[in-house]
Nanobody, 123 residues
Framework: QLVESGGGSVQGGGPLRLSCQAS????????WGWFRQGTGPEREGVAS????????YHADSVKGRFTISQDNAKNTLYLQMDSLKPDDTAIYYC???????????????????WGQGTQVTVS
């Protein structure tokens, strides 16, 4: 199970930090990350990280502004979002995969568990 928190409304240029608490068979997580869905029909991969190897990936649209990190002891994933823009407005989802997906990190079908999502609104 994945439970997101930390969403809300913020002015452009401001920061926000999302959290995702994992429970259940957390040892099976090979990759976990963040997707978002704005007004378009598809979810966009934002960032992903490998819990054991520490490899991380960020979408070009958020590089230099967003940072994914994790606290393995707390089974918690984070997304630090800085310099937020109105285009970042979306529902943000946490997702986990039991496969070592590496460069397929931004493909929805590679993830088998999803959180319920948390709304981020940038004005």
């Amino acid at each position: 199970q994945l439970v997101e928190s930390g969403g809300g409304s913020v002015q452009g240029g401001g920061p926000l930090r999302l959290s995702c608490q994992a429970s259940g068979d957390t040892a099976s997580i090979k990759y976990w990350g963040w997707f978002r869905q704005g007004t378009g029909p598809e979810r966009e991969g934002v960032a992903s990280i490998n819990p054991n190897g520490g490899w991380s990936y960020h979408a070009d649209s958020v590089k230099g502004r967003f940072t994914i990190s994790q606290d393995n002891a707390k089974n918690t994933l984070y997304l630090q979002m800085d310099s937020l823009k109105p285009d970042d407005t979306a529902i943000y989802y946490c997702a986990r995969s039991r496969f070592a997906i590496h460069n397929r990190w931004n493909l929805e079908y590679e993830y088998n568990y999803w959180g319920q999502g948390t709304q981020v609104t940038v004005s």
